[in-house]
């Protein structure tokens, strides 16, 4: 097998310098030598697994990202943690299963399975569960109780079993809709508890959402238009120092160019949710211009150069 040079000295040094981080402070929170960091930043040595871990961990970003094997789009942007987004969507198909149940009764739960967004493999079980239980005459309390077992026992990647078990037995109790919702945001946090609106539209596609952006919204914010040769990396990195309201603040003044060099690194779910803060943006131009003036001085940190398209080294 032929081996391909790993070349990710720029990616490292431009990831340190976006945080703001001399080679000696990276140095120290790795427990390494500011020697080996400059080593890996000219590619002169490349850091061994844990490190790779360490330094992934540390940037929030994948190792394969990190190493150039593959460029991802972002999976996590300020408070928009993937998770949570993903429980986010399961609380949507929960919450229709709350107005199905009122509307039609409880039969009609299995009826919404088909039109579920959130992806999750267990709500659809434990509607059904339920729904079996309660045709073999089991008391509610019993089959709750397994049912909770039952999500114990999910796999680590599968985190929306508490959350579905609550719902639903507030459901099958004939709990409020207002109630159901506050039991869903009680799992998902604080944070997202804004986002709970039930009148938002998550399904549109991605194509549908960027389609959005193409024309600037404001007039004489032009700051960012040399942005929009930059590479995915680059973008990424300074998608990973900036606040939700600051990138909100910042697209709304940006030309289409800009805006899709942007919005197309973000994954579906966070793209979904990027795009609402940017539509309810709302503020002054120079309130634009200062979230703007902050991408230019992460990117002044990161040096002014950077990786541009086409310059991502396979292994």
């Keep these: 097998m032929e081996y391909h040079r790993i070349y990710m000295g720029k990616r490292i040094s431009l990831l340190r310098r976006a945080k703001g981080l001399t080679q000696e402070q990276l140095a120290a929170e790795l427990c390494v030598s500011p020697a080996a960091v400059s080593k890996w930043e000219r590619d002169i040595a490349v850091p061994g697994v844990e490190l790779l871990w360490m330094l992934a961990d540390h940037f929030a970003c994948s190792i394969d990202e990190l190493v150039g094997r593959r460029q991802e789009q972002m999976e996590q942007m300020g408070i928009y943690e993937e998770e949570s987004l993903y429980l986010i969507a399961i609380a949507d198909d929960l919450l229709r299963c709350s107005e199905a149940s009122r509307c039609r009764g409880l039969l009609a739960m299995e009826q919404e399975i088909a039109d579920f967004q959130g992806g999750s493999e267990f709500l659809p079980f434990a509607i059904r569960y339920i729904l079996q239980g309660f045709g073999n005459q089991m008391d509610v309390g019993r089959i709750m109780e397994l049912l909770r077992n039952y999500s114990k026992a999910l796999p680590a990647e599968q985190t929306e079993g508490p959350m579905v078990t609550a719902a639903l037995e507030a459901i099958v109790s004939g709990e409020s809709a207002d109630m159901v919702k506050e039991i869903v945001a009680s799992y998902i946090g604080m944070e997202y508890w804004e986002k709970m609106a039930g009148d938002r539209v998550r399904q549109r596609t991605r194509e549908d959402v960027l389609a959005r952006y193409k024309e600037p919204y404001a007039q004489d914010t032009g700051l960012l238009e040399p942005l929009a040769q930059l590479g995915d990396f680059e973008i990424q990195t ?10 909100a603040a910042a697209m709304r003044g940006v030309s289409g160019a800009v805006a899709m060099r942007f919005l197309s690194n973000l994954s579906d779910r966070v793209l979904t949710f990027i795009g609402e803060d940017i539509d309810n943006w709302q503020g002054t131009e120079e309130d634009i211009l200062a979230a703007q003036r ?13 990786e541009q398209k086409g310059t991502v080294h396979e292994m």
């Design 294 to 306: 902050k991408i230019l001085e992460i990117r002044k940190r990161c040096g002014g150069g950077g």
């Design 238 to 247: 300074i998608l990973r120092n900036l606040e939700n309201s600051e990138f």
